[in-house]
């Protein structure tokens, strides 16, 4: 019975799972915390890393491991393979000016946004590696000038928990991570070292880019190290989607991904042309406002997540009329970093917890929706809706998302399926074969309920209200 060993690196905790490489079956499990913030010491992850490995028993009996991330941040080094200067996270907006004005140095407005989507299959927002690296050009010249390589925070973590650590010419990475940088194309498989250094000013060392079962290095026992991932590919692993598939992802962030077997390529910006991690593609619209809009509902009513709940249930669909826009944190489709959420339809008749607690949900789910309609304007095929992540425990989003998405949808039991994805990689590189190995992981119950169109009609006229007042 060969082990595997996957990790999640998250924006909050990191995740080691360690599971049966042929079945799947999880035989042992870790978990210790990161530090809050939008921008973080690398070394913190690093002993996250070693306190969850711990954790979960050690790496020292595994065939093979892999690491997937959080995407698109930025981990610099120096020559000596010394981290510069703390990591900028996917989620610090602080680059909203750099990613505007790449997309103005090519032309602007849709011409500007068509360029970037044609040459790497998305355009760029505050979110992206290019941006950060543009912000700190301008902003931290001296830093800058000490930038030998550049990496996302899978690859910096892969590079670590290998034998090849502090050879820079060892960090490795996977397409669909590196299709989150603004530098490499989806459609061509190429870095464009043009673009980097038009953003940097010059373009220093990047990892190499492996396919799906490629060795990225050795652990001190010698068992491989998969290529790893972004977490959002890794999600797709964990829950075996394939194409027909669409996963709405609740976590920090909402993201609404679909299986495609060509690479999407959307100048509105709305849809991130992304690879996946099986050679495949991964088109995603992504949110920066998901289950923390339910834990903000939550705070400001003063009770919990599960009472949350039973009070939007406790009120009807449409909330009567009460609409909240979910821009808490900024958003990133639309692009609107500056953002703050607004509150609508507010009367004597809807200022009530219940009804408060109902279009928090609903606005969360109308949010992504409106990514699931992009996806479909992408060439999306929707025959199954996956609901996973933090925000799909609480009930009342199983049987409200329904109503919202005009379709049942399916949730899986809870699980960690991003260390789970990185799971599955790391036995598909310890086994081989064409494709991943089939595991069945846990079975997904069905949610149905009757469209109510209503909902997203009035979402729609307050989210273009909120638009044009940021606009304007």
């Given at each position: 019975?060969?082990?595997?060993?996957?990790?999640?690196?998250?924006?909050?905790?990191?995740?080691?799972?360690?599971?049966?490489?042929?079945?799947?079956?999880?035989?042992?499990?870790?978990?210790?915390?990161?530090?809050?913030?939008?921008?973080?010491?690398?070394?913190?992850?690093?002993?996250?890393?070693?306190?969850?490995?711990?954790?979960?028993?050690?790496?020292?009996?595994?065939?093979?491991?892999?690491?997937?991330?959080?995407?698109?941040?930025?981990?610099?080094?120096?020559?000596?393979?010394?981290?510069?200067?703390?990591?900028?996270?996917?989620?610090?907006?602080?680059?909203?000016?750099?990613?505007?004005?790449?997309?103005?140095?090519?032309?602007?407005?849709?011409?500007?946004?068509?360029?970037?989507?044609e040459a790497v299959g998305s355009v760029p927002v505050a979110s992206f590696t290019v941006t950060k690296l543009r912000?700190?050009?301008?902003?931290?010249?001296?830093?800058?000038?000490?930038?030998?390589?550049?990496?996302?925070?899978?690859?910096?973590?892969?590079?670590?928990?290998?034998?090849?650590?502090?050879?820079?010419?060892?960090?490795?990475?996977?397409?669909?991570?590196?299709?989150?940088?603004?530098?490499?194309?989806?459609?061509?498989?190429?870095?464009?070292?043009?673009?980097?250094?038009?953003?940097?000013?010059?373009?220093?060392?990047?990892?190499?880019?492996?396919?799906?079962?490629?060795?990225?290095?050795?652990?001190?026992?010698?068992?491989?190290?998969?290529?790893?991932?972004?977490?959002?590919?890794?999600?797709?692993?964990?829950?075996?989607?394939?194409?027909?598939?669409?996963?709405?992802?609740?976590?920090?962030?909402?993201?609404?991904?679909?299986?495609?077997?060509?690479?999407?390529?959307?100048?509105?910006?709305?849809?991130?042309?992304?690879?996946?991690?099986?050679?495949?593609?991964?088109?995603?619209?992504?949110?920066?406002?998901?289950?923390?809009?339910?834990?903000?509902?939550?705070?400001?009513?003063?009770?919990?997540?599960?009472?949350?709940?039973?009070?939007?249930?406790?009120?009807?669909?449409?909330?009567?009329?009460?609409?909240?826009?979910?821009?808490?944190?900024?958003?990133?489709?639309?692009?609107?970093?500056?953002?703050?959420?607004?509150?609508?339809?507010?009367?004597?008749?809807?200022?009530?917890?219940?009804?408060?607690?109902?279009?928090?949900?609903?606005?969360?789910?109308?949010?992504l929706a409106d990514g699931l309609d992009a996806l479909v304007g992408q060439g999306a095929r929707v025959e199954r809706?996956?609901?996973?992540?933090?925000?799909?425990?609480?009930?009342?989003?199983?049987?409200?998302?329904?109503?919202?998405?005009?379709?049942?949808?399916?949730?899986?039991?809870?699980?960690?399926?991003?260390?789970?994805?990185?799971?599955?990689?790391?036995?598909?590189?310890?086994?081989?074969?064409?494709?991943?190995?089939?595991?069945?992981?846990?079975?997904?119950?069905?949610?149905?309920?009757?469209?109510?169109?209503?909902?997203?009609?009035?979402?729609?006229?307050?989210?273009?209200?909120?638009?044009?007042?940021?606009?304007?």
């Open positions: 019975m060969p082990l595997v060993a996957g990790v999640d690196s998250s924006t909050q905790s990191c995740k080691v799972v360690i599971r049966d490489a042929e079945t799947g079956e999880l035989v042992r499990q870790g978990r210790a915390a990161h530090p809050d913030g939008t921008e973080v010491d690398p070394a913190a992850w690093e002993a996250a890393l070693a306190q969850a490995v711990d954790q979960a028993g050690g790496l020292d009996d595994v065939a093979a491991a892999a690491v997937a991330g959080q995407q698109h941040g930025m981990v610099c080094l120096d020559e000596a393979g010394a981290v510069v200067r703390p990591a900028l996270l996917w989620n610090d907006t602080r680059s909203a000016g750099a990613a505007a004005d790449l997309v103005t140095e090519f032309g602007g407005g849709e011409t500007g946004r068509r360029y970037w989507a912000w700190l050009a301008r902003h931290e010249p001296a830093a800058a000038a000490r930038v030998a390589a550049v990496c996302l925070p899978h690859d910096w973590l892969t590079w670590r928990l290998g034998t090849g650590r502090g050879d820079l010419a060892a960090l490795r990475t996977d397409r669909g991570d590196a299709s989150g940088t603004g530098y490499w194309s989806t459609a061509t498989g190429d870095y464009r070292p043009d673009l980097l250094e038009h953003a940097f000013g010059r373009a220093p060392q990047v990892p190499t880019v492996l396919g799906p079962t490629g060795i990225a290095g050795r652990l001190p026992s010698g068992a491989p190290l998969g290529p790893g991932t972004g977490d959002n590919a890794a999600a797709a692993l964990g829950v075996s989607a394939g194409p027909g598939d669409v996963i709405v992802s609740l976590g920090t962030s909402g993201v609404v991904s679909s299986v495609a077997e060509v690479p999407a390529a959307d100048p509105s910006g709305a849809v991130a042309g992304f690879a996946d991690a099986t050679g495949r593609f991964l088109p995603l619209v992504c949110t920066l406002n998901a289950a923390r809009v339910l834990d903000a509902a939550a705070a400001m009513l003063r009770v919990g997540l599960d009472e949350l709940a039973e009070l939007a249930l406790a009120a009807p669909a449409g909330a009567d009329g009460l609409v909240l826009v979910p821009y808490l944190e900024g958003e990133r489709t639309p692009d609107r970093p500056l953002a703050t959420g607004s509150l609508h339809g507010l009367t004597g008749r809807t200022a009530t917890a219940e009804h408060l607690a109902r279009a928090a949900v609903e606005g969360m789910l109308c949010a809706v996956l609901l996973v992540g933090g925000g799909a425990r609480s009930a009342a989003v199983r049987r409200i998302a329904p109503e919202v998405f005009g379709c049942p949808v399916a949730v899986p039991e809870p699980g960690e399926y991003v260390a789970d994805g990185a799971a599955r990689q790391a036995a598909w590189v310890a086994l081989g074969g064409a494709e991943p190995p089939a595991w069945t992981l846990a079975a997904a119950r069905e949610y149905a309920a009757d469209p109510v169109p209503a909902i997203r009609e009035r979402y729609a006229q307050a989210r273009d209200l909120t638009v044009e007042r940021l606009a304007g």
